[in-house]
T-cell receptor, first 112, second 110 residues
Framework: SAVISQKPSRDICQRGTSLTIQCQVDSQVTMMFWYRQQPGQSLTLIATANQGSEATYESGFVIDKFPISRPNLTFSTLTVSNMSPEDSSIYLC?????????FGQGTRLTVV | SQKIEQNSEALNIQEGKTATLTCNYTNYSPAYLQWYRQDPGRGPVFLLLIRENEKEKRKERLKVTFDTTLKQSLFHITASQPADSATYLCALEGTYKYIFGTGTRLKVLA
């Protein structure tokens, strides 16, 4: 199993600003995943973060909008840049075990 | 494309009854299917996994069935309690990532 600490748990931000979300895992993992969960929607994968290489982004998500850092095997950050109200959502980081996913508590972002 | 469907309407049941949630999928034959619980303001928590060669899996008051012909999984909570109130997500392993359903919100009434 894995324990993931994610912060902040929530934030209210002004449009046009940026927010960086941090995710710390209690063990070394090769891949970390960032998801977005909009109200009433399923979890949507934003990108996969590998240590030592560029993150891999899913269709519809770009690095300029969601830059990701992965400085070591236990830590990653996701930045939501130049925010607009449409970015209001829950953002989750995740790691995978053998047959299941482990999630951080999520960051509830509201853009006003 | 791979798709998972869960009943988006909330399910309200009386305490002590059995809750049954449905997960249907298309365009895929997963090796296994997972169920997660998500409480408000929290990330999903893994509950159960059932493999394609298993018809049924149990864990305490939870039971999951997997019908690969119907492409459907059923998730049962027996003797439901108000503490079981949460959103339940099913997920399957896609080509290279997990694919999650939208979840069904369950409310157990005391």
């Amino acid at each position: 199993s894995a324990v993931i600490s994610q912060k902040p748990s929530r934030d209210i931000c002004q449009r046009g600003t940026s927010l960086t979300i941090q995710c710390q895992v209690d063990s070394q993992v090769t891949m970390m995943f960032w998801y977005r969960q909009q109200p009433g929607q399923s979890l949507t994968l934003i990108a996969t973060a590998n240590q030592g290489s560029e993150a891999t982004y899913e269709s519809g998500f770009v690095i300029d909008k969601f830059p990701i850092s992965r400085p070591n095997l236990t830590f990653s950050t996701l930045t939501v840049s130049n925010m607009s109200p449409e970015d209001s959502s829950i953002y989750l980081c995740s790691v995978e075990g053998d047959t299941e996913a482990f999630f951080g508590q999520g960051t509830r972002l509201t853009v006003v | 494309s791979q798709k998972i469907e869960q009943n988006s309407e909330a399910l309200n049941i009386q305490e002590g009854k059995t809750a049954t949630l449905t997960c249907n999928y298309t365009n895929y034959s997963p090796a296994y299917l997972q169920w997660y619980r998500q409480d408000p303001g929290r990330g999903p928590v893994f509950l159960l996994l059932i493999r394609e060669n298993e018809k049924e899996k149990r864990k305490e008051r939870l039971k999951v069935t997997f019908d690969t012909t119907l492409k459907q999984s059923l998730f049962h909570i027996t003797a439901s309690q108000p503490a079981d109130s949460a959103t339940y997500l099913c997920a399957l392993e896609g080509t290279y990532k997990y694919i999650f359903g939208t979840g069904t919100r369950l409310k157990v009434l005391a």
